[in-house]
């Protein structure tokens, strides 16, 4: 997605985001940093009790569950795939990863390969519905259940789609989080670079919400939008890194990208243009919360800030829904709150493990809605 089109879609969107539901604008650039400032505290309160599905159907008989993996080699993905292998060991299914490899083609080996296998349910980590429309309709045309993990542009259930349920936060609220800590950390003056990848729905999601929230901030500016691929971020972001450094310089002070595993490689780019760790620009991811990204913050290596999903509770999510369906009952309905991890407060929630991990009993709660221990 293109800076252009970023632009025409925040001159229509007025709202100011909140996490709980929408505002006016303020009145003033003052007022609205009183916003921004408003939104990150409560964005980075930890310790919320759990607010998911307390009731459920039992745990089905033994059932076989296929994960595909976009990417097994992505943080937060691995993150996701770990939780729900130790939901369905507890459970008490079958369980097995299949890795798409990070490209559009090993998505779709990977789905066929499930396809064959005939399993009960199939999990989708990370893997794009649009991209695999055709698979996924095939899937379920054969009975197997489907749930994603950010699959979708919106989290829960999407009318018309073969996915039973979207395990996410809601992407457009971790931009807005990603977006109002970068105006919060500079006290309005935001010079941004957002990273994304156009393949998938849910990137062009986050940074229309991101370059929405930072147009209504009159002292930041969006100064690009680069679309380059996750699975390449490897071999690009360093060149891309230097590149833009030669055409901003010092004005480009943030750089917010679609998930941690962007900023896994700027480090010696910057490092080579004499930029410190604590220096500019500062990295802030929208979403995922991988175990690099915690290290970088509780270093000051760069990175600021990452809207960290509770990868582990929402694998335990995705085998409760695939139960549901699975037993005919409806979705639970829960969407992870958003949850903005800094410097500050890095070590509550479990993030003395370089993980975001809600202490809020959510394995028990699960354990007990499927009767077993």
Not at 37 to 53: F, H, L, M
Not at 147 to 171: C, E, M, Q, R, Y
Not at 313 to 322: F, K, N, S, V
Request: contains cysteine; hydrophobic residues 40%; proline residues 5%.
């Amino acid at each position: 997605m293109n800076y252009a089109k970023l632009v025409r879609i925040v001159s229509v969107m007025t709202s100011a985001a909140v996490i709980g539901g929408p505002l006016s604008l303020p009145a003033s650039a003052e007022d609205f940093l009183s916003v921004a400032k408003a939104y990150v505290a409560k964005a980075q309160q930890s310790g919320a009790p759990w607010s998911g599905p307390t009731k459920g159907p039992a745990a089905a008989k033994p059932k076989t569950v296929i994960l595909v993996s976009a990417d097994t080699r992505n943080g937060g993905i691995q993150g996701f795939t770990d939780g729900a292998a130790q939901a369905a060991k507890v459970i008490g299914w079958n369980f097995r990863i299949i890795d798409g490899q990070g490209s559009v083609s090993g998505r779709s080996t990977a789905l066929s390969q499930a396809l064959a296998l005939k399993p009960d349910a199939i999990l989708l980590g990370g893997v794009d519905a649009a991209e695999q429309a055709s698979l996924l309709g095939q899937i379920a045309a054969h009975g197997i259940k489907i749930i994603g993990w950010h699959s979708l542009p919106d989290p829960g259930v999407t009318k018309g789609s073969p996915i039973f349920f979207n395990v996410s936060t809601d992407a457009r609220e971790v931009a807005r989080a990603a977006a109002m800590e970068a105006i919060v950390d500079c006290n309005g003056t935001a010079n941004v670079v957002l990273f994304g990848d156009s393949i998938y729905k849910i990137s062009d999601a986050k940074l229309e919400a991101a370059a929405a929230t930072l147009k209504q901030c009159s002292g930041c500016s969006v100064l690009s939008s680069e679309d380059t691929p996750i699975a390449e971020a490897s071999q690009r972001m360093p060149q891309l890194t230097t590149s833009l450094l030669g055409k901003y310089g010092s004005k480009w002070t943030y750089a917010i990208g679609v998930t941690d595993l962007y900023f896994d490689y700027i480090s010696p780019s910057l490092r080579a243009a004499g930029i410190g760790p604590g220096g500019y620009p500062r990295a802030i991811s929208a979403g995922d919360g991988s175990v690099s990204a915690f290290e970088r913050i509780r270093s000051g290596e760069y990175q600021i800030a990452t809207v960290a999903e509770p990868l582990n509770e929402q694998g335990w999510q995705a085998i409760d829904e695939a139960n549901r369906t699975i037993s005919g009952a409806p979705p639970s309905g829960y969407i992870s709150p958003v949850h903005l991890i800094t410097k500050q407060n890095i070590n509550a929630d479990g993030g003395d493990h370089n993980v975001y991990d809600p202490a809020n009993g959510y394995q028990d709660i699960y354990k007990k809605i499927w009767g077993v221990k």
